[in-house]
Each structure stands twice: as C-alpha cells, then as structure tokens.
C-alpha cells in the first residue's frame, strides 16, 4: 500500500448522503462474531442499570453526577430506560416482519399520551430496579419524575382514548401504528389571573424530549395548493394530474409504545413539519434575509400549535393544513415506506385498516384515492373497491356544530385534485341514493356529501360514513342516536354498517400507576392478573361485604387524598380539608356537560346557610373539586370558570359554613393531574344533559378507583349503572327522549326559574353580585335563565334531590365503602383492552393481530 492509497475505500465513496431509505444493512459481509446478534436489552439488575445510567448521565448528558441538575437527572434516566425499550421494539419489528400480519393504522390528531417515564418503568417491570439504582445514587426518583413535562398533544376524551387505545394494542400484542401530529406547543397551559383563564404556551420540548426518535431519512413530501390538468395516459385514456405549486416535508418522530409485561413496543409515529428548501440562498444573497427563511417559517406554522378547540371546528384553513399534512405523510409513509416495493395495491385491504379517529383525519379517504388513481394508474372501480375496504371511521360526538364541514371553495383551493375526487364519490354515491330511493330528493339533499345553499360544504361526517367499512358510536346510547337521528339516513341505507364499541380506559395507567394503596389491596385480595384482564375484578365482590377489607379499602381513599394533598400543596394551590367527602367534576368546560348545574347546586347549598334554610351543621362536609380548561375562543365556558373561582373564594372564606362546604378548583386539569386526583375522588360527577354526551371516559376511571357517580342516564353513564347496579349509582334527571320532547314542545327556562324558590334564590344570589363582579355575574345568569340551552335548570331539583341521597349514604360509612367496592368490582368492562377486543371482532376483524 502506498503512502497515497487510503486505508478505507469510503474516502472515495459518492460525496453525496444516500436518500434510499430501503437499501439497509452493511456494504460488505461482516465478520465480527455479534455482527448478526439481535440486539439485546442491557441486563435487568441494579449494576448494570446504575451504569448504564451513569454512562448516559456522564457521555449522554456529558455531566458527572455531583454536577448533574435534576434536568440533566431526569433525561439521562429516561434514555436509559429507553434502552431497555429499545430491544423490545427491535424484536417486536423483527417479529412482525417475521410473520407479517394485518394491521392497524390508527390515523388521530390527537393523542393525550400523559408523562412517559412512570408508564415506561411499569410496562417494563423496571420500576424495582429503578427505585433502588436511584437510591443508590442518592438521586430523589419522585423529584426526577416530576421533571418531566407531559406531552399535551390533545385537547380532552378523543385524545386521550387514542393514548389508551394504543397501550392496550400494545399490551395486547396487536400489530399497529398510531399516526399524528408533533405539534410544537400542545395543548394550552392554564392558569387563572384574578379567577379568569389565561393560557400559556405550552413549551413541552423546551427541556429535551428523550423519548423520540427523528428519522428525517423517513421524511414524506406533502404537496399543497395549485391545479389539476388532463393528460393522455396509456393506451391515449383520459388521465389527471395535480400540479401543486407548495410543498412540505413531513419528519416522522417515533415513539416507542410498550406493552405490560410482554416484551412488546408498537410504533406512534408523529409528523413534524419542516421547509424543503429550509433557506434560500439566492434571495438571502440579494439581502432579503427575512424573504430567505420564510418558505421555512411558513411550512414549519403546519405542525407548530394544537387547535385547542373541542368541540366547534373554527373552519381555519390551517386546521385543514395540518389534517392534510399527517393523513398524506402517514398514508404515503406506509404506501411507499413500509409495503415491499412490488407490494400489489389490490390487497392493500388484507394488509391494513386505517381507524379514523373522528373527522379530523377523514381527507385521508379522497387522498388513498389520489395516490391509487394518478400514481397508481388504476381504474376509478378498482381504487375504490381498494380503499372502501381501507377505512373505518369512529364518531366521537352528539353535537351538530362539532360535525365538520369544510368550504368546498377551501379545499378546492388547498387540494384542488381532492375536491374533484370528493366530488366524484359523491355523484357515484347520490346516483346509489337515487337508485334505492328514486324521487326522493330531499333524502339525496340531506345525505349528499356536500352541503349545498350558500357556502358549498364539505361534510366529512357523511364522506366517512360513505367510504368507511364500519361507522362506530362510542357508547350504547351514542351508537343508537348516530342510527337513529344524526345519521339515520345513512343507518337506513347500510343498516349492517353501523355498530358500537363502548370507550374503555387502560388500567395501567389510571389504577396500577395512579393508585398504588388501591393496587396492592386489590393484588392481596385476587392476585395481578386483573391488570391484562380487567373483568376479573369481579372477583373482588365478596369482599365488599368484609369489614375489614372496607376499612383497608377506606385507608387507600385516604392514601390517596394526602397525596393529592401534598401535590397540591407543591402546585401552591389550596389544601383540601380532610374527613370532606372529594365531590370531583374534571372534564373540559362546555355548556352540554353542565359545570354551572354543579354551581347551582354548590350556591344553594351555602344560600341555605346564609338564609338560615339550612343549618349549617346540617350540612356534609363537602369538597367540591373542578378541573376544566375552555377552548379560548369559548367566551361563556371561561365567564363560567371565573363564575367558579369567584364562588369559590367567597365560600371558602366565609365563617358561616364552618369550613363544612370547599370549593377547589386547580388550574390546568390535564393527564398528570387526573392521575393524582382520581384515586382520591368519593363522588364522580357526570351531569351532561342526557343525548349529549357520547360516551365519557372520566366517568370510567373515577368508578374504577372506587368513587361513586351521580349522573344522568348519558353517554357510557347507562352501561356504568347497568353494571354496577342502581343502589350503587346515584341517577336522576332527564332522560334523552324526555330531553327531546321538552326541546320540541318548546322549553322556557324562565318559567322553572321562576317556580323553584330555591333554585332562583341561587341565581339571584349570583346576580346580586355576591361573589363579585356584578356585571359578568348577571350576563351569565340573564342567559342562563333566558336560554338555558342545556336545560340546567329543568334537572335542577332531580339533581339536588339525588344529592340529598348521596349526603345520606355517605353518612353510612360502610355502606358507602361497601358501595365503592362494588363499583371497582363492576366496572372491568370498562378497560381500554375490552374495547380493543370489541374493534378486533365487529371492525378490523380476526386477521388483524
Ligand atoms: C374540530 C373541533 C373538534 C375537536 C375535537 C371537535 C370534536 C372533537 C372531539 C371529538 C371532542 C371529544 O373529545 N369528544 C369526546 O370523545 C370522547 C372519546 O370518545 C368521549 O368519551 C366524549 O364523550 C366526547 O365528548
């Protein structure tokens, strides 16, 4: 060799990085003996996990430990236990490409994932090792924990289900990849200023993010805008050509979703948005330095923020944008990244079903028809055959207003080949419309997919129903008005499409994670396996009836409570009282799920004291604890929240109650805090006006650990009383055909108002300006008691009655324990595994696993 010839032939290799993502593996035949070894987890023992640590503390975070901040703590542990994650993924992969099988996409804007560390040593029985490495170290585990900011990429139940949904996938070993947005600032961080809300930015990355993964070799470029032109394809047939004039790339994120105790890691595949030319030179050297950065700052807006919105679509073309941005990457991604290259499209069907979380991801449909028309070249038939196998969509609301319909004149703009797609569907479908019901054009007007009269609309509710295979409800009783009432046309036309899958929640999470006292009593009485097979908790029933067990199960609730009370304490808010039954109402704030009749019914009491109705001593130790943020733009969901703090302040400072009446309210209610509140809950409140909430998944978790729900018969409220039986669960209040009734013979708040003493006593106390703010106080009231448009008021007395009960039962101690016991004991159905069990047998079908 001379003194010219290099040692390795890579200096003369191509200068330029290689963009094939497909082509893995080393250049040249390895010879060292681990060259073929999977990959292999570092050894499940304190040593090895303190050095692992240490080495990621000292070379990862580049610190030793007598110098290394809790920050530097907390994200060198997170890698190390990702690490041991990593094994698990790389066998899990390994193992499904092995033996490949169809598979879940589940396609959600919104994933409400919660912090990942206590959740990662769970699922990985690392949490032992951990504790004692830690200890070892002297490093405080509970302090390192807190360090970690939970990604809030979500704005309530939809978001949430999708994180539980992709936990019991995983614990359950079933092949899926969750797909959706990284949004840059998630969902708001709340705060009150003088009782109102004021969000803040939610800077979750700012401190790192140890648990992704950037793959920008992986990145999908998403085309937008420009126009569609003819050309002649093969054989001279008429083809068509979108010619977008911008573009994005789409960088994936991965996390890793690890099962419980199986050795299992799914995929979440987040897409953050960033520029494809990031700087332009040329401009930047004519001196235009802002024009030069701003196709970067344009594209990276896609992914930057949460629309904290849940429930009234603003119609924001950015909205549209980033729906757009994640279905296109995630299809494209699995299309053209994941399938064998000569994969043939036309059993696309038996390798995938994509599960549209609500609406949001619905322009996926006309997209998969893009992709299979003019990159594909297929036939209009066959493309649809193909993707109207590919698709089920999942209805997650009640609300007209919150059923999307985007202006045909914005996506003709935006997506101009996918109006045209959207359009087609439509005529074929309405032309089906026609043949099954000719002469009926008011049917055809109201099923059409798109909206005519004034502004032309784009109903994604009904181009889902059209395409999907399967359209499920979330609840029973939110199943059976989609086919009875909002989508009733459709349910006619395609009867066997429709069906239901009830919400579920994981237990590792809201139980094993968020209860521990509760966990070790439940694990002495039946053992573990209820964690992966949650009905089993029926096996717990006997022991409602053994009095030592309800007072062990008593000293859980109290665990719980002091520890809800020292994290409070640590977030500067107010301590809770103790020996005070924890009344809990957390949930987003919106009129339907009727804060303010909690109000009314928290106001009357205190005006019973304060008038000398009621005295004081009669009164039940009470506190009565909100959780709730309101989308920004929702004026009357925030006067309520600063109505509650105003209550609150007046209430909690007034002598006359003898500190027998609390009202809390912490701000900014997300995953973390509900993991701390919930086991500490006696009383769950869940008051939505009956046909207006579609499931709820709070009220699951609540029932769970042990707390017993005052309700309507709404949402999954009806299967959680089924199963728990009526004397275990405090019902009142309209039920949905009654509420529909009263909308139709004409409801006149006014006059309930007017005929219940006790009821206007509190709303005119609230007018007077008694908790301040006179103004605010008597807007809110004067359109309370003008339009009450979830009839608050109509259930007022029902409600406050079904109180009376409940200060009655809890003055019975055992009975209440025993109560409690019963709804742990029944409320197994109610585990996000069931449902994933539900989706496999009446949606994705056996083939998936
Ligand atoms: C476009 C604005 C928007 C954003 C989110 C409209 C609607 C939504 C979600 C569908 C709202 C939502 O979170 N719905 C809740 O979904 C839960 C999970 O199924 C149910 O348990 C709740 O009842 C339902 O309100």
Known sequence: MNEFQLSAPADFGPDEPSTNFRATGPQFPPTHHLADQPAVAPARDVDTFVQEFLEELNFGQGVPLD???????????????RSYLMADWLATAARRRAHPAKMVGYLSAEYLLGRQLGNALLNSDLEGIVEEAMRQLGIDLAAVRAQEVEPGLGNGGLGRLAACFVDSLATMDVSCIGYGIRYEYGIFRQTFVEGRQVEVPDTWLALGAPWEFRNPERAVQVDFGGSVESYAGDQG?????????????????NYMVPGYHNGVANTLRLWSAEATRAFDLQIFNHGDYAEAVRAQTFAENISKVLYPEDSTPQGKELRLQQQYFFVAASIGDYLHGTLPEDFDLARLPEQIIFQLNDTHPVIGIPELMRLLLDVHGMEWDQAWAITSRCFAYTCHTLLPEALEVWPVSLVERLLPRHMEIIFEINDRFLAAVRAQFPGDDDRVRRMSIIAEGGDRGVRMAHLATVAAVRVNGVAELHSQLLRDKVLVDFAQLWPEKFTNVTNGVTPRRFLVSANPPLTSLINDAIGGGWITDLERLRELEPYAEDPVFRERFRSAKRANKDHLNSTLLAAGTAQLPADHMLDVMVKRLHEYKRQMLKLLHIVSTYEGVLSGRVPAEQVTPRTCLFGAKAAPGYATAKETIYLINRVASVINSDPKLDGRLFVAFPPNYNVTLAQRLIPAADLSEQISLAGKEASGTGNMKLALNGALTIGTDDGANVEIRKLVGDDNFFLFGMREPEVAELQSRGYHPGEVYASNPVLK???????????????????????????????????????????????????????W??????????????????????YLDRIWGAQVH
Not at 67 to 81: D, E, F, G, K
Not at 828 to 835: A, P, Q
């Open 67 to 81: 110098r290394s901040t809790i920050n530097h703590q907390y994200l060198a542990l997170a890698s190390t236990v």
């Open 237 to 253: 047939r008429p083809r068509r050509r979108w010619r977008p004039d911008w573009n994005v790339l789409a960088v994936p994120y």
């Open 761 to 815: 006593s509190a709303i005119d106390l609230i007018a007077s300006g008694h908790f301040g703010d006179r103004g605010a106080s008597q807007a809110l009231m004067g359109d309370l008691v003008g339009n009450d448009r979830f009839m608050a008021l109509a259930d007022f007395q029902a409600y406050v009655d079904a109180q009376a009960q409940v200060d009655a039962k809890f003055a019975d101690t055992e009975a």
């Open 817 to 838: 324990t025993r109560s409690a016991i019963l709804n742990v004991a029944r409320s197994g159905y109610f585990s996000s595994d069931r449902s994933m069990r539900d």
